[in-house]
């Protein structure tokens, strides 16, 4: 009882400090700019119209955009993830405050745990909302039909709960500054290990392979989102990327326009 009635503050306070509303306002600005930017590049005139009046190079093309997006979306729920955890405990230690609530019957475990589910709901809320959001724009506009949507929401919400997770971790034995120090480069650390994984793989170096995998074993936030990303790729788009063609021109070159 004691863990929700500080889940229940902890929500109240997100609220009262405008962290939801300053969240949402900026959600919102970024599912528009992408819904402009995914619609004007899809019903663009110009060279990219004639593969997208095939069904392959259209679901090529929303799997493309649909990835790049849900990775904005990871990136950003990971970001907001440890800037609301980061100083949960240290923050309530120097400012004093959680001396007095602790003064009360509530036991240090149901403070810490109480944090933690308020802050996953909101994470968890935020990631469903946009990623929905981003897929149904994505559908809207270019009939592009996720594979998986949940598999892949799901997993998203994990890789920002594993930061958080661990930022709040950070926070009951560090001050705020160092555990933001600490948390940040772990996550810039996830970042680049995923890249130099990815590298690996394209270079068959196993040196890179391994060094990537180890980290993203210590700290998986990015091997979680590969994974997410997985439910996203349309078996259109893996057939087409054995052709030397991903939807849009990075590999190989575009194939003839067959007219709308």
Do not use: C, K
């Amino acid at each position: 009882m004691n863990t929700l009635t500080i889940a229940r503050f902890t929500i109240q306070e997100a609220i009262s400090r405008r962290l939801i509303l300053a969240g949402a306002v900026l959600s919102l600005a970024f599912l528009g700019l992408f819904t402009l930017g995914f619609y004007l590049i899809y019903h663009n005139d110009s060279e990219l119209s004639g593969p997208l009046s095939d069904a392959q190079s259209q679901a090529m093309f929303g799997t493309v955009m649909s990835v790049l997006g849900l990775y904005a979306v990871n990136f950003l729920a990971g970001f907001l993830a440890l800037f609301i955890s980061v100083g949960a405990i240290s923050g309530e230690i120097d400012s004093g405050a959680l001396h007095a609530v602790l003064a009360r019957p509530l036991r240090r475990a149901e403070f810490v745990v109480g944090r933690w589910l308020a802050y996953a709901g909101l994470i968890g809320v935020y990631v469903g909302l946009m990623a929905g959001s981003l897929l149904l724009a994505a559908r809207l506009i270019s009939g592009y039909t996720t594979p998986d949507p949940l598999r892949a929401t799901l997993l998203m919400m994990l890789a920002s709960i594993v930061l958080l997770t661990v930022s709040l971790f950070g926070s009951t034995v560090l001050s705020t500054l160092a555990n933001g120090v600490v948390v940040f480069s772990l996550f810039g650390l996830a970042w680049l290990a995923g890249i130099i994984e990815f590298i690996g793989g394209a270079l068959s170096n196993e040196a890179m392979l391994n060094i990537g995998t180890a980290v993203s074993l210590l700290i998986p936030s990015d091997a979680i989102w590969r994974g997410a990303s997985y439910y996203v790729l349309s078996p259109l788009y893996l057939a087409g990327l054995s052709t030397g063609y991903d939807g849009i021109g990075i590999v190989g070159h575009r194939p003839p326009a067959t007219g709308r």
